[in-house]
């Protein structure tokens, strides 16, 4: 097979030579050479620093020595043994600082910057409950106050109230009235249920007349009947 040759050679040849000019590494054609006099001597590379100026402006650095009459002042000798024994006795002793040594060498260290000192019984507000504290009760008071008010306004719209007895024998009518008319539905019923439709209906007549009879009875045995306001 032919030899496999890039359509983008030339592209790829053209970028390479673009930036790329003769003699690049080569450094300049011509250099400036020094001048044979001007030759390389010994300390010409280090800093020089100014000459030492004596004086400046006419006036001498330096303060001139005071003249032989020159007397100094004599101050009063102090007696410091006398001053510190006085400082001694008048002074306050010092405070005993509290260690505490937690090994059988005898290692010690200060207690009260270890944080096992007491300090904190020492502040002005120690004991004295935080004012967002009493704040947060007193919001937490009156939060169960409010749902305590709407608990017991709620009871009050849904209070129960009592059937009376013509009441209930007039509800005891219609749930038996109820049951015989289902009931002589019921019996009324083919003995062969062979379709979907007869046998779901079936169904549903029982649990009509299951549920008829335990609402009767309820009402037969409680005198007392409660029912809510809604």
């Known amino acids: 097979p032919l030899r496999y040759i890039s359509k983008v050679r030339e592209l790829v040849k053209h970028e390479a030579e673009k930036n790329k000019s003769q003699w690049k590494a080569m450094g300049l054609a011509k250099v ?9 001597q010994k300390g010409s590379q280090e800093p020089k620093l100014p000459p ?30 006398n001053k510190n024994a006085v400082a001694v006795i008048t002074g306050e002793p010092k405070k005993p600082r509290h260690f505490c040594v937690d090994t059988r060498q005898g290692d010690k260290y200060l207690l ?3 944080g096992l000192f007491p300090k904190y019984i ?4 120690y004991g004295v409950l935080p004012k967002y504290v009493t704040r947060r009760k007193e919001e937490m008071k009156r ?16 209070a129960m109230k009592i059937l009376s007895e013509e009441e209930r024998t007039d509800i005891l009518k219609a749930l038996k009235k ?5 009931n002589h539905a019921y019996q009324r019923l083919p003995i062969l249920t062979d379709t979907t439709y007869q046998r779901m209906h079936k169904e549903e007549l ?16 409680h005198k007392s009947v409660y029912i809510a306001n809604v």
């Open 178 to 182: 109820k049951w015989e008319e289902i």
């Open 112 to 114: 009260e910057p270890s």
């Open 52 to 81: 030492k100026k004596k004086e400046q402006d006419g006036k001498r650095l330096l303060p001139l020595l005071p003249p032989r009459t020159y007397h100094p002042v004599i101050h009063i000798k102090k007696n410091f043994i």
């Open 206 to 221: 029982e649990l009509k007349l299951k549920q008829l009879e335990h609402d009767i009875e309820a009402i037969e045995k």
């Open 32 to 40: 400036a050479v020094s001048s044979p006099n001007d030759f390389l």
């Open 143 to 158: 939060e169960e106050e409010e749902y305590q008010a709407s608990v017991l306004e709620q009871l009050k719209k849904k």
């Open 122 to 125: 020492k502040k002005k507000n």
